[in-house]
Nanobody
Framework: QVQLVESGGGLVEAGGSLRLSCAAS????????MGWFRQAPGKEREFVAA????????SYADSVKGRFTVSGDNAKNTVYLQMNSLTPEDAATYYC?????????????????WGQGTQVTVSS
């Protein structure tokens, strides 16, 4: 089992930045691919970004490429999502996800473990 706890959400003006954190506990963090999804009201949950165990490989949704950066710190059992140049379209609840295989990184397909979510609001 893996437990995931997100933090770092909040209210930001359009063009601003936020950094989300996801602290993992339970099974060894380094065994998992970690990633982020988001869900806006009335919309389906969508893949945002993922990072490999080593941190050497990342993947991003087209909508966030060049603006968001995902990274992991195995020593701290934490994965981060740096979000820059935010727009109102980025407003959503952001969820951390862990995958024991590679589907999250390769296909944006979520693993079994989810955090509780953290709200990001972007004012125009």
């Amino acid at each position: 089992q893996v437990q995931l706890v997100e933090s770092g959400g909040g209210l930001v003006e359009a063009g601003g930045s936020l950094r989300l954190s996801c602290a993992a506990s339970g099974r060894t963090f380094t065994n998992y691919v970690m990633g982020w999804f988001r869900q806006a009201p009335g919309k389906e949950r969508e893949f945002v970004a993922a990072v490999s165990r080593s941190g050497a490989s990342t993947s991003y949704a087209d909508s966030v490429k060049g603006r968001f950066t995902v990274s992991g710190d195995n020593a701290k059992n934490t994965v981060y999502l740096q979000m820059n140049s935010l727009t109102p379209e980025d407003a959503a609840t952001y969820y951390c996800n862990a995958d024991g295989a590679a589907a999250l990184l390769l296909f944006g397909r979520p693993g079994d473990y989810w955090g509780q979510g953290t709200q990001v609001t972007v004012s125009s």
